[in-house]
């Protein structure tokens, strides 16, 4: 019954969820952890141990193309993912890729996503596949509605149906 650790936790109530706390052990063998809060409300939920993540990729296929003209060098589409049955709703996106055809007529191409209600822009690399574009800790939902942006110029008319894959991340906590 000896002390070998205390963490003073004063909950920032503007971030919702888990927080997380490494201990180091010493040694094996039975520990004990006593939680106590001065105002004597919520509840505690604890895991034990390293916690368990799942990562995956989602690829969206849209089904409108995008169109680039002479006279219109950017074109914007809001794809909404917000009802994917396949992934989980705690899902958070670490990195967003997209495909297109490479097409000789187009020039100074550039691709960018951001959440609709976002203000500033995510740059995606047309050659750049392991490109971590997206911050983890930014916890922006894949289960969101998302907008897409390709600018270029073009000689004529030109349509593109990309393909934007999201590699995400969620946490398996017990229940």
């Known amino acids: 019954m000896n002390l070998i650790s205390r963490i003073q936790n004063l909950k920032d109530f503007s971030v919702m969820g888990a927080t997380p706390f490494k201990v180091n052990i010493p040694k094996s063998g039975n520990y004990y952890i006593k939680v106590y809060s001065t105002s004597r409300i919520g509840d505690y939920r604890f895991f034990i ?3 368990d ?3 995956d990729s989602y690829t969206y296929h849209p089904i409108n193309p995008l169109t680039l003209t002479t006279e219109s060098d950017s074109v914007q589409d809001t794809y909404d993912l917000r009802n994917i049955d396949s ?11 997209s495909t297109y055809p ?12 951001k959440l609709d209600s976002d203000y500033s822009w995510i740059p995606i690399y047309r050659y750049s596949t392991n490109e971590n574009n997206v911050s983890v800790y930014d916890k922006k939902p894949l289960k969101s509605l998302w907008t897409y942006k390709l600018e270029g110029n073009v000689s004529k008319y030109m349509e593109f149906t990309p393909e934007v894959t999201f590699n995400y991340v969620y946490p398996v906590l017990p229940k």
């Not at 992934?87 to 890729?97: I, L």
């Not at 490479?102 to 996503?113: F, G, H, L, P």
């Open 53 to 55: 993540y799942t990562i």
């Open 102 to 113: 490479r097409i000789s007529d187009i020039s100074n191409d550039q691709i960018s996503i």
């Open 87 to 97: 992934v989980s709703d705690k899902a958070v996106v670490y990195s967003v890729s």
């Open 49 to 51: 141990g390293t916690p």
